[in-house]
């Protein structure tokens, strides 16, 4: 974790985004005295994590209320991403083939064409669902029954007290927000997702984060899975499943008895996927603050452009055109779009290679300084 590597890896993992503000170019021009620093601070033990900064937003078109925490740049999230640097291989190592949450290469896309195979793989024939997610779950996962699990796999004291430490600077639970919470809290379900996949014997199971989806032709069959799935989340994780759990059954094409399934942001029906509707009111107002900054003579951002193509390749990738065409096309132009990102990345790229430009006139007028 202490090589030049994955120091360099982390700095770049944790500057992503920000690396025009000026706490962080000060970090890049003297990475290497930092480096060495944090290096000695680490070996030695004497690294203290700072008490994190705490803000509430509003997410969604339903402004539910979250509390996300931010750790310091200088030097935590540096020392976040050395820690996952070397922790994710352990959890990619065993995990299942459909958790989708924070896993790289494998986002809602990815959980949206597995559900829409396994819809179609019941053809016309019924089915039932059970969703659910559990409550409070990033503020639930228990510390010591989290390193209990870590310690069989992990020989490393040094590396374990550090994470420990990590832990201990929240409580309880972890911290939403922080870079490690989304890894630990993959690695401390992966002993549920076996359970589900092999005692239980489920063939169609989804998780997303706290999100769970089971697909079953048999709806008592269900409600045991339900139970077995409650009684283990209570004994073995200490997590307990919200009160709204549901089991029914899936929409048929001619009865107006079943349901749909809302889920990673679609709503999934036997012949269609189509867009929750808060996404789409969210893609509307997107679409319509652009067209009023252009009106008014009003520059488009890099962030701006990004944050609308999202939206067109969610519109994309479901059943959603009539509403495109009614009212996000008239309102946008995806060539526009795509030309101020690529003179975004251009931007960046110029910085980029100015500011290691500069760290080498630095390096080289230090180096003048010693001879002298």
């Known amino acids: 974790m202490l090589t030049d590597e994955v120091m360099d890896l982390a700095l770049e993992g944790a500057s992503k985004g920000k690396k025009n503000r000026s706490y962080v170019k000060r970090i890049y021009q003297n990475w290497d005295y930092h480096k060495k620093k944090l290096r000695n601070l680490l070996l030695t033990g004497e690294y203290q994590f700072k008490p994190y900064s705490i ?13 996300i925490t931010k750790p310091k740049f200088i030097y935590d999230q540096i020392v976040h991403h050395m820690i996952m640097i070397e922790f994710k291989p352990i959890v990619l190592k065993s995990i299942d083939d459909f958790v989708c949450g924070s896993i790289p290469g494998r986002g809602c896309i ?10 179609k793989s019941y053809g016309n024939k019924r089915f039932y669902v059970f969703k659910a997610d559990i409550k409070k779950f990033y503020d639930s996962i228990d510390h010591s029954l989290l390193m209990f699990k870590l310690q069989h796999i992990i020989n490393d004291q040094k590396y374990l007290s550090l994470i420990q430490q990590l832990l201990d600077t929240y409580q309880p639970g972890l911290p939403k927000g922080v870079y490690c919470s989304q890894w630990f809290s993959n690695y401390f379900m992966q002993e549920f997702d076996n359970f589900v996949r092999q005692e239980l014997k489920v063939d169609h199971y989804i998780r997303y984060m706290d999100d769970i989806v089971i697909l079953c032709p048999n709806k008592r069959k269900l409600h045991k899975i339900k139970d077995r799935i409650e009684e283990y989340l209570n004994n073995k994780l200490k997590l307990r499943l919200k009160e709204n759990w549901q089991i029914f059954r ?7 008895n079943g349901r749909d399934i809302d889920f990673l942001g679609f709503r999934f029906y036997r012949n269609k996927t189509t867009l929750r509707k808060s996404i789409l009111r969210r893609a509307r107002r997107k679409a319509l603050h652009l067209d009023k900054k252009l009106k008014a003579g009003k520059k488009i951002t890099g962030y701006d452009a990004r944050s609308m193509m999202c939206y067109l390749e969610f519109l994309r990738k479901s059943d959603t055109y009539n509403y495109f065409l009614k009212y996000i096309k008239p309102l946008v132009n995806r060539k526009r779009l795509r030309q101020i990102i690529s003179s975004s990345d251009r931007y960046k790229a ?23």
């Open 250 to 256: 899936f929409v048929d094409k001619n009865d107006k």
């Open 110 to 119: 990815t959980g949206k064409k597995a559900l829409e195979k396994w819809i």
């Open 350 to 372: 110029h910085l980029k290679k100015q500011q290691q430009l500069d760290d080498v006139l630095n390096t080289f007028i230090s180096e003048e300084i010693n001879k002298t």
């Open 55 to 67: 803000s509430v937003i509003n997410e969604g078109s339903d402004k539910k209320v979250r509390t």
